[in-house]
């Protein structure tokens, strides 16, 4: 669906733009999706909307093909999120532990506690983080919007295939500088 409006509360909600993630292997230059991220975490800072930072520190618990998840170690500073992120403290931060945001932590009571009707999600990957937080956010009631020119993935195919077959199912997908428009125009009119 098209991008047509965001609610009068809407967040913003930035995934894994972390260090330990940043230096891998995409499909778009992280550079760009850190770019325009920040360029919507300014918007939303500027018309005090939240702005959800989230960063990852390990897995949910289970057996997988990959293997045990018991040898998870980090290195150090892998979970910092990124300085050009200018974390605030006005900021929601959000440490999971899982793919999507809202599965292993508070961020759903936090959003709706703030009277939060609608997220704006960006980051990285695409088929990961990206998505499993805009269905989480979907499934728990929260309209959605998806930047699709602020996150990228590893493999194109993946990265294609959620934009094309699962995010118009979960809501409205846009570019940044048309959700950073259609901020200004609607704070503009209130």
């Not at 293997?67 to 910092?80: H, I, K, Q, V």
């Not at 960006?122 to 989480?136: F, L, N, P």
Request: charged share 25%.
């Amino acid at each position: 669906m098209p991008l047509t409006t965001l609610d009068p509360n809407t967040a913003l909600i930035v995934i894994d733009l972390q260090k330990g993630i940043v230096n891998g292997s995409f499909i778009h230059p992280i550079d760009e999706v850190i770019d325009r991220s920040r360029a919507l975490i300014d918007v939303f800072r500027a018309k005090n909307l939240p702005v959800v930072l989230v960063n990852v520190e390990g897995r949910a618990p289970g057996r997988t093909e990959q293997g045990p998840r018991s040898s998870l170690t980090f290195a150090e500073g892998w979970t910092d999120l990124l300085p050009q992120l200018d974390q605030q403290p006005s900021d929601i931060v959000v440490t999971k532990r899982s793919w999507g945001a809202f599965a292993t932590t508070d961020l759903e009571r936090q959003l709706k506690a703030r009277g939060v009707t609608q997220v704006v999600v960006t980051g990285v990957v695409t088929s990961g983080g990206v998505e499993a937080t805009a269905r989480q956010a979907y499934e728990q009631g929260f309209n959605v919007t998806l930047a699709l020119d602020a996150m990228t993935d590893t493999r194109e195919e993946v990265h294609e295939y959620s934009i094309r077959n699962v995010f118009p199912r979960l809501g409205e997908t846009g570019a940044t500088q048309e959700i950073i428009s259609l901020l200004e125009r609607r704070i503009s009119a209130l």
